[in-house]
């Protein structure tokens, strides 16, 4: 079997254009705060693309890059101007943030109504209630490339392998909320290979280079790596690989390439995150 290769670019274009539409039929262009402390390489081209990204969609969208001595405080007081100001409908922290940061209290420091990523307490309660509002970006996009690959999840046996809050555990209850049976398991699930043959549908959120190998794949899976490693090879040379090791598209009948399959989708889920947000905010909070 070669797996159907479920490319980001036309399912995040899709998504893009449809989230652009809406962004236009509101009196206003919603508004992004995108909101990055320090210096580390990484998380500035993330917020450059976020930023780029909303632009191109018709949002307003700003960053506030602020330096690596930045205090709770400061950071604190930043959230609670983005919280009162009335054209900012969505807010977005990026992770993540330096080690004297206490990034659970900044999460929690976000006003739920424009908590675009969905990391804020009262949005992960609602999300395992079943009532999915304002969702995590990168499982919410995950979501969105299956719909438009036509893939079905209700009903189907589901494996997440990794559990964090930003994709791993918002992901589990995501296809939950889709009718999913889903197990949620992680690298210290003792016999992982065990679990992840059950999968119909498999998704891969672990951070680790190829921890799922093509013996581990139940035959004609779909098998859906959120992993973006870099790693250098022998030659010195660095590259990015996937937690999915590729020979598993020997086996499985669709499969996600790194890069270029979930990445795109992150950045298209927040923007319409951010336009329901800006549609919504008319209407109570989630949490008062
Ligand atoms: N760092 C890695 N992924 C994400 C994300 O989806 N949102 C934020 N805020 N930070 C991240």
Known sequence: MTAQLLAGAPAAAALLAATAERARALSRPPGLALVRVGDDPASASYVRGKDRRAREAGLRSTVYALPEETSQTELLSLLADLNAAPDVDGILVQLPLPPHLDAAAVLRAVDPAKDVDGFHPCNVGELWSG????????????????????????GRRAAVVGRSLIVGRPMAALLLAADATVTLAHRQTPDLGAVTREAELLVVAAGQPHLITPEMVRPGAVVVDVGINRVVDGSGAAHLTGDVHPA??????????????????TVAALLANTVAAAERRSALPVCP
């Open 248 to 265: 598993v598209a020997g086996v499985a009948s669709a499969l996600t390439p790194v890069p270029g399959g979930v990445g795109p989708m």
């Open 131 to 154: 009532r999915p509002g304002l969702t995590p970006c990168t499982p919410a996009g995950v979501m969105a490339l299956l719909a438009h690959y036509g893939i079905p999840v209700a």
